[in-house]
């Protein structure tokens, strides 16, 4: 960890997130963006048990084989729009085996927190509805690396036509930039330091006794 970081417990950056104003209606929107691979859905996880069970949006299940960053339009109107009203958002769920959506609709209550966690969260469609950005810091080649090795061989014709994807899409539309909080994970837990558009938060390590295993 770096010097200046004071270790804290998740739960700190559970109670800075809910002293947010909200965002998008009653609801702090809050993005955890980052490469494939980087440990976005694994930090979103303990994030949102250390916010006592908040919602997580999984980008997963928006986008689609044909459109793997041509989904704002669609997550606009079944997410943000129901809300930003305060109302239960009802959203079509991609599955990835059988290449369509449905039959199953997911519910997304306007909980105080809503986290959205998937390549491309940040992206400028969405930033005027976050409270906040938190971009996972690892470098692109090392999490596609790691994002291959967990998904086998099974995906590698997936990732051939991901990479050169997400490439293009942070090429023209990047997330890092506007993130006010960079995370790092570490074996026992992770450090949470200021963003590029950081602007009040401290920067802070943040550990948990069953942290993730270091990454490689």
């Not at 998740?10 to 955890?32: F, I, T």
């Not at 969260?121 to 996972?136: K, T, V």
Request: charged letters at 25%; a neutral charge; hydrophobic letters at 40%.
């Amino acid at each position: 960890m770096t010097a200046h970081a004071t270790p804290a417990p998740l739960s700190r950056l559970a109670a800075e997130l809910l002293r947010l104003p909200p965002s998008c209606g009653p609801v702090r929107l809050v993005a955890v963006d980052g490469h494939a691979g980087s440990g976005k859905s694994t930090f979103a996880d303990r994030l949102a048990e250390a916010l006592g069970g908040a919602p997580v949006l999984r980008l997963d299940d928006i986008a689609s084989h044909d459109a793997l960053f041509d989904w704002t339009e669609r997550l606009r109107r079944q997410v943000i729009v129901p809300l930003s009203r305060g109302e239960t958002a009802h959203y079509e769920t991609y599955d990835w085996h059988a290449r369509r959506f449905g039959p199953g609709i997911r519910t997304l209550p306007p909980a105080p927190v809503v986290l959205v966690e998937g390549v491309g969260a940040g992206r400028r469609a969405l930033r005027p509805f976050l409270a906040r950005l938190l971009w996972m810091e690892l470098p692109r080649d090392e999490a596609w690396v790691r994002g291959r090795d967990r998904d086998g061989a099974v995906q590698s014709e997936f990732w051939d036509g991901w990479e050169p994807a997400e490439r293009r899409h942070f090429a023209e539309d990047p997330s890092r930039p506007f993130a006010q909080s960079l995370v790092r994970q570490w074996r026992e837990g992770y450090e949470v330091l200021r963003g590029p558009n950081e602007t009040a938060a401290q920067s802070q390590a943040i550990t948990q006794g069953d942290g993730p295993e270091a990454i490689r």
